[in-house]
């Protein structure tokens, strides 16, 4: 059974930052892929942010390139994101994801508030 916990969101103002996590345990693969997906509010598509592979290579999309920072601890495994100068349509629920092998999981999200 593998588990997926994100944490960290909440409400932040326009220009400010956050850092998620994302925890998962179980039975995980060595070899994997982690990585953070954006949904903005009445939307049902989620977005790919930003992946980082076991060995640490990482993908971020170019909409948050210079402000968001991917990284992880493959000891705890865990990916965190950071999140600088924060806009208002960084708005939504961060979903983090684990895949493996043909497996992936997702977290519940965390819901990430920037206002004005």
């Known amino acids: 059974q593998v588990q997926v916990v994100e944490s960290g969101g909440g409400l932040v103002q326009a220009g400010g930052s956050l850092r998620l996590s994302c925890a998962a345990s179980g039975s995980i693969y060595s070899t994997n892929i982690m990585g953070w997906y954006h949904q903005a509010p009445g939307k049902q598509r989620r977005e790919l942010v930003a992946?980082?592979?076991?060995?640490?290579?990482?993908n971020v999309v170019d909409s948050v390139k210079g402000r968001f920072t991917i990284s992880r601890d493959n000891a705890k495994n865990t990916v965190y994101l950071q999140m600088n100068s924060l806009k208002l349509e960084d708005t939504g629920v961060y979903y983090c994801n684990l895949a493996f092998q043909t497996q992936a999981y997702w977290g519940q999200g965390t819901q990430v508030t920037v206002s004005s």
């Open positions: 992946l980082i592979s076991n060995s640490g290579s990482t």
